[in-house]
């Protein structure tokens, strides 16, 4: 029923936009705003990723680390970018990079809200107008022509410009679709007195700067109709608090995009304007007077509404953190248990617990179990990687038919499914290998199945290697290099399934040992393949760049099937421990091998 | 029969490497056994074998078995020398 409903809601939604644009110019022109201003985030939490691990981490984390270090943070920045907005967009990037953790953020975002009030100081003071905006439309240009070049760094750079620029882009657009609501706006309409009429002022604060997504503009209309005696100075103040809240919306906005993290931070954003807020409206006439105490001493005039509101601006704001900063660790708590990230799609270990830990047998049994779990969790991602089903590969139906059933290229994202079905499971085996009794950790037993772990996952490096040339050839309309590629892909079927034989115990019982024959063969075909590929080049069979690739691919199967058989003699085990230590003894070297292949060879 | 057990019991752990030797002992031993069963069981399997690919691959694997027995006995002889060596020293230290 879940699935019926998945699929029908994306069509319906598409739907219902196309029959709005069809509608409505207005409504198209703010939905391309919202997917710039939304494509825009995208790009800019890529551009920061490329600076995770290094510099940028490091200044931001030395510059975040303590409280008032992170709020200083967001004071400087608002400062000098003036846009609370985009300080908070960015701050939600960073978070859902990974670049800073949450209270961290939220000190920045409480900061960003105090600095933002330094924009009328700034105009008041100096005469000082700073419009970032006006770089958008440069930085979009600066930043496509960064993401074409090579460089991590330059390319990141280039993601974070474009990202800005598509921001203001897409801020621009949906003003535009807005614009035709900008004339409804009339507050003398509204005039109601007392608290009733302060909410409701704010309230409309709220609409129209969502609506002009710009608490300046907001506070350009509430001077005008102060000055028009529109409204009174209360419901001015209103409308200012109003504002405040209002400009939270582009930050939400931002994190539609985002991770848990991001919608974390707005989330907090929207409750600390919140209750700013409604603490300022409460309290509206000590605010008041306050702000007549402050005009009165630093000699704004009776009727400078501009300062007058830009006084009250930042008190609130400042009323308001040192009214949440003591609370943050709650804030943090309370917006981590609401606002949780979406249930784990990766795999949980099944072997590794608490009991396991008592006992050095049992410890090392969990560690085989579970690495046992994510071999067979890699044997779904090999088969799917060689673009062949898994039940096939272990089938008995002769490897040829196997390889005709799958001629066709299989789109299979490698790396998603190591994400969800081996990276957590290593992990935990990692992290429990640290935890068993000391004597255990250096057990030979315990070292081998590391090893183990470690051959699964060079086998899955060499399958995402191998996949991307592989998909192109068993494709080609060049049959030599088709066929040199099912070879490979033959090759690396007819060893899981050797390997397959020999672990469910329908060989005689030296499994360990069973394995130096497949090393031999794997040798041999080494050998052979080579001289193989030197003929097809030499008679022009294959293209030089063809052979380049099957020279790489032959050196990753071989690496493939070197550490497939690897994990085979990690694993298996004889029934007494005594003789599993002496099949390993007697097991062959690479040497010993390579002198049996000699002695074939005469 | 018990008594007898329990002696062994506290000898073993009063000659921790001695039991040590003897388990590497045991284990060679046993695993060079199935060797020699499993390099019959190939030397059967080749006589009876009319694919010729087949045959050269079990041929190879009788080639590395017989490398496997080699290095096994030639271990445990080595094993059982120093073994040899180990004893008389231990009943004159000086």
């Known amino acids: ?602 | 029969m018990k008594l007898r057990k329990l002696l062994k019991k506290l000898n073993d752990y009063l000659n921790e490497d001695e039991k040590q030797l003897q388990d590497k002992d045991d284990g060679l031993s046993s695993v060079l056994k199935k060797l020699k069963i499993k390099e019959m069981d190939i030397q059967h399997k080749i006589e009876i074998e009319m694919d010729e690919d087949e045959r050269k691959f079990l041929e190879q694997e009788l080639k590395i078995v017989h490398s496997q027995r080699e290095k096994g006995i030639h271990l445990l002889s080595e094993m059982r020398g120093r073994k040899n060596v180990q004893k008389p020293e231990e009943q004159n230290p000086a």
Request: proline share 2%; aromatic share 8%; charged share 15%.
């Open chain 1, 1 to 602: 029923m879940t699935n019926v409903l998945r699929k029908i809601v994306l069509p319906t939604i598409l739907a219902i936009l196309a029959y709005g644009f069809w509608l409505s110019p207005d409504f198209k022109a703010i939905a391309a705003g919202v997917a710039i201003f939304l494509f825009g985030m995208l790009a800019l939490e890529e551009g920061f990723r490329a600076f995770t691990g290094g510099s940028l981490e490091q200044i931001l984390k030395r510059s975040t680390n303590r409280l008032w270090k992170s709020l200083s943070f967001g004071i400087v920045t608002t400062t000098i970018m003036q846009s609370s907005s985009l300080v908070s967009v960015i701050t939600i990037s960073f978070l859902s990079a990974g670049l800073i953790g949450l209270s961290e953020g939220l000190g920045i975002v409480f900061g960003a809200n105090l600095g933002t009030t330094t924009g009328a100081w700034l105009v008041a003071g100096f005469g000082l107008k700073v419009n970032i905006a006006a770089y958008a439309m440069p930085m979009l240009v600066f930043g496509v022509i960064l993401i074409f070049q090579s460089a991590k760094k330059l390319k990141g750079l280039g993601y974070i410009f474009a990202g800005l620029g598509f921001l203001f882009l897409g801020i621009h657009y949906m003003k535009e679709g807005f614009e035709a609501f900008r004339e409804t706006i009339n507050l003398a309409e509204y005039a109601v007195s007392g608290y009733p009429g302060l909410f409701l002022f704010a309230l409309i604060g709220v609409a129209a700067t969502v609506i002009m997504q710009s608490s300046h503009a907001t506070l350009v209309i509430i001077i005008t109709a102060l000055a028009a005696q529109q409204i009174t100075y209360e419901n001015a103040l209103a409308l200012a608090i109003g504002a405040n809240v209002g400009t939270t919306i582009t930050a939400i906005l931002g994190a539609l995009g985002s991770n848990e993290k991001g919608r974390q931070l707005a989330g907090g954003h929207l409750i600390f304007n919140v209750v700013t807020g409604f603490v300022a409206i409460l309290f509206i006439h000590q605010f008041k007077s306050g702000v007549d105490f402050i005009s009165a001493m630093v000699g704004i005039g009776e009727s400078d509404y501009t300062l007058k509101l830009a006084v009250f601006h930042t008190l609130f704001n400042l009323a308001g953190i040192l009214i949440m900063v003591p609370l943050i660790g709650r804030l943090v708590h309370f917006l981590e248990k609401v606002i949780r990230a979406a249930p784990s799609q990766f795999a949980v270990p099944a072997y590794l617990n608490e009991s396991a830990l008592a006992f050095a047998d049992t410890a090392i049994e969990a560690v085989r179990n579970e690495t046992l779990r994510v071999y067979d969790n890699a044997h779904e991602i090999i088969a799917r990687g060689l673009s062949l089903g898994r039940s096939d590969m272990f089938s008995e139906i002769p490897i040829e038919d196997v390889i005709k059933r799958h001629s066709r290229a299989l789109a299979f994202d490698l790396d998603a499914a190591y994400e969800r079905d081996i990276k957590s499971l290593y992990g935990a085996i990692i992290t429990f290998c640290t935890r068993v009794p000391v004597e255990v950790q250096s057990s030979h037993e315990l070292s081998r199945i590391r090893t183990a772990n470690q051959n699964i996952i060079t086998v899955l490096k060499g399958v995402k290697h191998l996949q991307k040339n592989m998909n192109e050839y068993i494709n080609s309309d060049n049959a030599y290099i088709r066929d040199e590629y099912n070879r490979i892909r033959s090759r690396i079927i007819r060893v899981i399934r050797r390997l397959d034989k020999i672990g469910s115990g329908n060989e005689p019982d030296v499994a360990v040992l069973s394995l130096d024959a497949l090393k031999l063969t794997l040798e041999e075909n080494a050998t052979i393949l080579n001289e193989r590929l030197e003929r097809l080049i030499r008679s022009h069979h294959i293209t030089a760049d063809m052979g380049v690739s099957l020279i790489n691919d032959s050196n990753y199967s071989y690496e493939i099937i070197r550490n497939l058989i690897s994990v085979s003699s990690n694993l298996f085990h004889a029934g007494a421990r005594a003789e599993t230590e002496a099949e390993h003894m007697i097991a062959l070297e690479d040497h010993e091998i390579s002198s049996v292949l000699e002695e074939n060879a005469k």
